[in-house]
């Protein structure tokens, strides 16, 4: 899906205002504010490279080269990070199709990712396939409501990680799309899919009461919304009791801004996307007063590489 031309021009404007967000939290946050900023991407679809410069609407963004950069830029001048991954690592690209998501992976591990959850593509090469490329993960794969007993993945996967960043706790579950119709069965093995909705509500209230963390995040390969009755993370948002934050993917949006929802408890949830294949990157900056609550101070799209054709 192209990104156009002025929400290009817009985004642009906003990777120079995501390195300078440090300085401007600074008014807002004190030592009993302190500030989490959360990285994310989603539906990167092995687009290890940046686009090709051909003339094409999004010819010379993405690319791991230029992400890794920005992340790192971002990490010399931001104390509390989180670098996010929403699934669908894999395929979209030759590098997949020859070394079956191994590149992707160590990319991946080499930005020093802190977690990510799954996608159906990435069973595209068998969930035996994904197990094996776990071996150069650095970081943990989360999801909640896939029951992979019996299959290469058992073991291998958590239903949460929690982070502990500066004097902030926070708790990250993942939650993947219902396999059946996307992906073949001789693909998943016997991976059992389970309702997202119970699954991120019961490990959300453990993250909260047993757990207590200051932040919950839901990294969600559902979908932003749908016109019909399948489970989004739009119904996810609306029927969650403790998540705070769903970072989407699935449905490739790029959302101008995060969309915000309330919950069953009446509290807002945070949700966003952006797009696919590694054309930007989302950064969330919240800060957290003394009782606890946390607000949403700064968000930005950041373009990825550099664009050179209209």
């Known amino acids: 899906m192209p990104i156009d031309r002025r929400a290009f021009i817009r985004n642009s404007g906003l990777a120079t205002a995501a390195l300078m967000a440090p300085a401007m939290l600074q008014a807002k946050a004190t030592e009993s504010s302190p500030t989490l900023t959360i990285l994310h991407t989603n539906d990167v679809h ?44 894999f395929q979209g690209t030759p590098y997949f199709n020859v070394y079956k998501g191994e590149p992707e992976i160590k990319a991946m591990s080499m930005m020093g990712y802190d977690a990510a959850t799954m996608g159906n593509h990435d069973f595209d090469a068998g969930i035996d396939n994904f197990a094996q490329q776990l071996t150069h993960a650095s970081f943990p794969i989360l999801v909640c409501n896939y029951d992979f007993t019996g299959t290469p993945m058992e073991g291998k996967a958590h239903p949460y990680k929690i982070f502990q960043k500066g004097d902030i706790k926070v708790g990250v579950l993942g939650v993947g799309i219902e396999l059946k119709g996307l992906v073949p069965e001789n693909l998943s093995g016997k991976t059992s899919y389970q309702d997202p909705v119970i699954k991120a509500n019961e490990v959300a209230d453990e993250l909260r009461k047993k757990h207590k963390c200051d932040m919950i995040i839901c990294l969600s390969h559902l979908g932003d919304r749908y016109n019909d009755d399948r489970i989004s993370d739009e119904l996810l948002a609306k029927e969650t009791y403790e998540i705070d934050l769903i970072i989407g993917a699935h449905t490739h949006r790029f959302f101008e801004e995060p969309r915000k929802y309330k919950n069953r408890k009446k509290s807002d949830v945070i949700v966003n996307q952006v797009g696919w294949a590694g054309i930007q990157l989302g950064r969330l900056d919240f800060v957290f007063n003394r009782s606890g609550k946390k607000d949403l101070a700064q968000s930005h799209t950041v373009v990825i590489g ?5």
């Open 46 to 89: 092995s687009r290890l490279e940046p686009f090709p410069n051909d003339g094409s609407r999004n010819a010379g963004l993405g690319g791991v080269a230029a992400r890794a950069s920005m992340i790192a830029q971002i990490r010399k001048e931001a104390s509390n990070v989180l670098l996010l991954d929403a699934g669908d690592m």
């Open 306 to 310: 550099k664009k050179t054709s209209d």
